[in-house]
């Protein structure tokens, strides 16, 4: 059952353990140049804070996927999920930490500053493209139905949808549609 995938889906992210799958990465990185001869260790003084760095920002990444999840597992709105514990929760796969890395770095992309420029060369032209063939002398922008496939944090469906269309975004990786959920609704 659909939902049944769904709430296991969300209590999976929630227990992805990204932050023990990320540290555990780092700390590799961390053994390998600690294996490095002196000598060479100390061509990257920095290195070692450096990591430590990275290390804050994953528990900081945690603690936005668990407030992502703990906003999604009611989002939909017909389905009382409870804790009947059939569902058996995997451990995180090398897939499953790749689409969840491919959807923090989303949020950048769509959500921030730093992803104005890619944002602006990947969706202006489609914008363009809509109010060329939809202008507002001709049409009522809210009754022109407009998709958007692969809408991913939704910034796209966002944009058209600011501007008066009717727009919907469609998503199938749950990663990417709890997310957008949180950006766009919460």
């Not at 780092?26 to 000598?39: G, M």
């Not at 906003?71 to 969840?100: Q, R, W």
């Not at 959807?103 to 060369?121: A, C, I, N, P, Y």
């Not at 809408?151 to 269309?165: D, P, S, T």
């Amino acid at each position: 059952e659909l939902f049944t995938r769904v709430y296991i889906a969300s209590k999976y992210l929630k227990l992805l353990l990204f932050r023990t799958n990320m540290h555990e990465r780092v700390n590799r990185t961390e053994r390998q140049f600690k294996s490095l001869p002196a000598n060479q260790q100390s061509l990257l003084p920095q290195f070692l804070p450096h990591l430590d760095k990275i290390r804050k920002c994953i528990d900081h990444n945690q603690e936005i996927l668990q407030t992502i999840v703990n906003d999604c597992v009611h989002m939909f709105e017909n389905k009382e999920y409870g804790e009947d514990g059939s569902g058996k929760i995997t451990p995180a796969s090398t897939f499953d930490m790749d689409k969840l890395k491919s959807t923090l770095k989303q949020f950048v992309r769509d959500w921030s500053e730093e992803g104005k420029s890619e944002r602006d060369s990947c969706y202006q032209p489609i914008i363009s493209e809509i109010m060329k063939n939809f202008p507002k002398e001709r049409w009522d922008f809210s009754k022109v139905n407009i998709l958007v496939p692969g809408a991913g944090l939704g910034r796209l469906a966002w944009e058209i949808a600011m501007l008066g269309y009717a727009c919907q975004g469609n998503e199938w990786s749950l990663f990417m549609l709890f997310s957008s959920n949180f950006v766009l609704n919460r």
